[in-house]
């Protein structure tokens, strides 16, 4: 247990930012450590081992920040050899002592006001440089020095450097042992409470700093005013600035903690109400529309599952139909029609004339050789019909074509490759370049050879490709 004592400074850090280090303050208890750690997830506090620099004063009165980097922030305070101004670092996630620079540094103090800004910067401002005295009614400073608020101080956590800056307006009156916030929209910072000397105005309670033009100014209030404190502490939660404990004010009547809302920096209001619904700090539950398209999601993925199996299964089904219907097909072929399988072979008449031929067109369904297309020889040919290449299902093989050796060719028709599905309907040119000759001419076997091969691969890739998307190779054999 830590031993009992007072004017510590404390935050919450480590590693995964869910430990509270408390450090400082004095005690009667000569046991006391200067830092304890209070693991949440354990319940349990354990005095905690800094390693880094050797000689590291115990200091009270003092405000700790916490910095977006895992540090925590320990300015001036009082000490046992009285009070000081530098800036002493606990690093939270290495567990190890830093000191930040002194240069242009503010002059000693402690029981003043820290704020962490939204720029990695901490604003410092008040204080006290003794003692002080107070009336308990009025909480005016009798004895003892308070600092002026007419100029703040910036420490810039990136660069380790100090400034000041000096303010304006409605300048509150000299004072320490006040609370400060950011407020919610990170342009200014609200003060609360504390002892003070020679008041200026007449609201003595609540003053707000201006960070755009470093101007102070009284805020508008309403509801039940409380009566001012000494030495609380605030934290904004919601939209509230509530304000914890502290000195000066009657149990009896008031409450320990008080509601500020400042929600509207045209007017702060205190209440008595806390309304959960506008706590930032805490993620509210999801609402029933989002647990509907949560639940929406998981069904539609689950159906979705459950339809692609079915289909799946279905195509799956589907092609093993069409592998037996195949199978069956093959089997009624005639010994000579299974052996002409073995290679394609389109054959144009030899040493005849023919008239008006109509379209000859081969099977091709597996061919694991070579496709062969002869073309004639030392023949006439007259107004043929297309001949019509049908591709083969699978080449394995090599493609071999035969040209015709010192034929003519008179009015032949052109030779069109042909597509995958063959019909009545001669129309299989799908935007291809015919392959055609001219009248009378003389075309030389090599010549003839690669055009019609070119042509003959293209159609034969194009064809497969479109065979395999609509996944039905049904060939015409026609005699």
Known sequence: MVPLHGSATSTKGGTNNDTLFLYGGFSNDPTMALVYTFDSQHIVWNPQKITGIDTINRKYKLTGVMGFNGKFYLWGGGTDNGIVNDMLILNTINLNWEKGSLVNAPAPRYNYGATLLPNNKIIYMGGQIQGATYNPNTLIAVEGVTLTLSEVYIYDMTSDSWDTKITSGEIPSNRCCFSTVLGLDGQRIIIYGGIFNNPGFFDTTLYVLNLANYSWYIPKISGKIPKSRILPKANVIGKYMVISFGDGYDRT???????LDISNNEEYIWTTQFDPKNDTTVSPPPPNNIVGVIVGSILSVIFLSVGGFFIYKWNKNKQN??????????SNYSQEEKDNDKQEIIQMPRNENTTNHEPVIVPANDYHG??????????????????IVVPANDYHGQEIMQTPKNGNSTNNEPIIPAPAVASDNNNYNYGQEVISTSNNGRLSSQILKD?????????????LLQAVRDNNFDITKKK
């Open 253 to 259: 009547v008031e409450n320990d903690l008080l509601l």
């Open 321 to 330: 139909q069409k592998t037996i219907n195949e199978n069956n097909n093959r």
């Open 370 to 387: 070579q496709e062969i297309i002869q073309m004639p020889r030392n023949e006439n040919t007259t107004n043929h019909e297309p001949v």
């Open 451 to 463: 055009e019609i091969l070119q042509a003959v691969k293209q159609e034969i890739k194009n064809e």
